[in-house]
């Protein structure tokens, strides 16, 4: 096995953690909610759908032995995220890690959005990263409770993008809202990270941003100089180190985990990766022809 799909941290490194994975029952948000369990958080998953819920918190307790706590309810609806919480605190104790992974998302001119489709998107992405931001860092302060909340963004959170541009608008404000509280609620020990994941293959993210027949003509291993996608594990590494006090002294900081996609264009001389190994004699001899 390649040491990147393979756990990272010492086996227990979480055991004094219990987290709160908001979309936790598929995709990213389950994989990080796994390798959790497996490092001996307890962990509870917040989605809409129940039975997704319920099924992938079922597995995980078979898979990891850790209690894996299911919480119904709609990051967009305050009163929700507050009974979720409450239903947590009762189950499991006190929460000292948000995971804020829910989004929604797909391809669309913008034209074409109406202003509900827009909303739908930046409601789920940004509303409710600060819905549950507001709520967890309320009772943290008031409590006194020393924890921390790690974002999901991504890459054109800070390029922006066209054709997702509700998501691009939300992750936007999303990164902003990370480095803004991670100076103004440092003081009551609470550390705010974010993540900005290239593609990694779900069938959430696919099935919005890729359907079928797109791949005929458009390459997305095209754009990402390593020329692979992301493995489930090497995010969950990267989450689970920033979740825990091994990062202690990381704070405000967006990492991003892309095989170096987003640089791919953005260097004026990027397109010379197109040219073959060849033609670089005759290239050479021409620059340096030019000296005489
Ligand atoms: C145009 C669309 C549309 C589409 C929905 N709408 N899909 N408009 N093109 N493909 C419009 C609807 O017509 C409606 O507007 C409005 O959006 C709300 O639609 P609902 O279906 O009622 O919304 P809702 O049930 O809240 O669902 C939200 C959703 C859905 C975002 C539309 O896709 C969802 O539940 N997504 C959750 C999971 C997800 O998106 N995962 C991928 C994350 S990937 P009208 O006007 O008709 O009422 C990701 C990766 C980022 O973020 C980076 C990648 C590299
Ligand atoms: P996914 O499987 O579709 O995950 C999205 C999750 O969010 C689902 O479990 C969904 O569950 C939940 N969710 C959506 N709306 C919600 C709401 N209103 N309330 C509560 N939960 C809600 O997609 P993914 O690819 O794993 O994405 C996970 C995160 O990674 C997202 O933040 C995404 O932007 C980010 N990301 C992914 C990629 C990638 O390539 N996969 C790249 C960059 C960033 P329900 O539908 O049951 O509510």
């Not at 078979?62 to 894996?68: L, P, V």
């Not at 109406?114 to 409590?143: E, M, P, Q």
């Not at 974010?194 to 997305?220: C, N, Q, Y």
Request: aromatic share 8%; with cysteine; net charge neutral.
């Amino acid at each position: 096995m390649e040491r990147h799909t393979q756990g990272m941290l010492p086996q227990g490194a979480l055991s004094d953690k219990v987290i709160f994975v908001t979309g936790g029952g598929t995709g990213l948000g389950k994989s990080m909610a796994t390798y959790f369990a497996e490092l001996g958080a307890q962990v509870a998953i917040m989605g809409r759908r129940e039975e997704v819920l319920t099924q992938t918190a079922q597995a995980l307790q078979e898979q990891t032995g850790q209690k894996i706590l299911p919480v119904p309810g709609d990051v967009r609806q305050y009163e929700q995220i507050e009974a979720a919480i409450e239903k947590t605190y009762t189950e499991l104790g006190t929460v000292n890690v948000l995971v804020n992974n829910a989004a929604g998302n797909f391809i669309s001119p913008t034209e074409r959005l109406s202003h509900r489709a827009f909303d739908a998107v930046v409601d789920i992405v940004l509303k409710g990263t600060y819905n549950c931001s507001l709520a967890f860092g309320k009772r943290w302060i008031a409590d006194k409770t020393a924890a921390s909340v790690l974002n999901i963004v991504t890459t054109y959170a800070w390029t922006g993008s066209p054709f997702v541009v509700p998501s691009a608008c939300g992750k936007g404000g999303v990164l902003a809202m990370t480095r803004s509280l991670a100076v103004e609620w440092a003081k009551y020990n609470l550390r705010f990270n974010a993540i900005a994941p290239g593609p990694f293959p779900t069938k959430g993210a696919w099935s919005r941003l890729f359907p079928e027949g797109l791949e005929k003509l458009i390459d997305p291993k095209g754009q990402i100089p390593l020329h692979r996608f992301g493995e489930h594990q090497e995010l969950a590494n990267l989450a689970a180190y920033l979740v825990s006090d091994y990062s202690a002294y990381v704070n405000g900081e967006v990492i991003t985990i892309d095989g170096g996609e987003w640089l791919q264009d953005a260097g004026q001389f990027s397109n010379l990766s197109r040219i073959p190994n060849e033609m670089w004699d005759q290239l050479e001899r021409q620059v340096r022809g030019k000296k005489d």
